[in-house]
């Protein structure tokens, strides 16, 4: 799935990528349950930190599978907070609708960064955007 991120403030920000997470809505409205596990820790590379420049945008993938379980049941997933994974399981085909929310509530973070190929290091991230958002609900048919 594409994301887009707009920067309109006259600051620059880092979004931490592996933050946006799914809410997945059921052929009712409900609110499907999934859930978000960390089994590791990872490596950052730059590119899941980027920094946007006022009033510049930034498109990017969110890493996501759908797969069968058995015949009438889905499981979706996706990556999450470096090494972790967002996963619903038991869905069956049908009609939802899905959105990505983003919620950060530090200004800098640790993380073990990597560049250029070179070995990872514990490096202190600086500039994240403070707040949450969502995107707009959008159709996701599944058969």
Same mark, same amino acid.
């Given at each position: 799935?594409?994301?887009l991120i707009?920067n309109?403030?006259k600051?620059? @920000?880092?979004?931490?990528l592996?933050f946006?997470?799914?809410?997945?809505? %059921?052929? $009712?409205?409900?609110l499907f349950? +999934?859930?978000?596990?960390?089994?590791?820790k990872?490596?950052?590379?730059e590119?899941d930190?980027?920094?946007i420049?006022p009033?510049e945008t930034?498109e990017f993938?969110?890493?996501?599978?759908?797969r069968?379980?058995n015949?009438?049941?889905?499981?979706?997933s996706?990556k999450?907070? @470096?090494?972790?994974f967002?996963?619903?399981?038991y869905i069956?085909?049908? %009609?939802y $609708?899905?959105?990505?929310?983003? +919620?950060n509530s530090l200004?800098k973070?640790?993380v073990?960064?990597?560049?250029?190929?070179s070995?990872?290091r514990?490096?202190e991230i600086g500039?994240?955007?403070?707040?949450?958002?969502?995107?707009?609900?959008?159709d996701?048919?599944?058969n």
């Open positions: 799935m594409k994301g707009t309109t403030t600051i620059p @920000y880092r979004f931490d592996q946006f997470l799914p809410d997945l809505l %059921d052929s $009712k409205g409900n349950k +999934g859930g978000v596990n960390q089994n590791i990872t490596e950052v590379q590119t930190i980027p920094l420049m009033g930034l993938f969110i890493d996501n599978k759908l069968w379980y015949q009438n049941c889905l499981i979706f996706g999450a907070f @470096y090494g972790g967002w996963t619903f399981t069956s085909p049908g %009609d $609708k899905i959105r990505f929310r983003y +919620g200004e973070r640790e073990l960064l990597s560049k250029n190929n070995p990872a514990r490096q500039q994240l955007w403070i707040g949450e958002a969502t995107t707009s609900f959008v996701l048919k599944l």
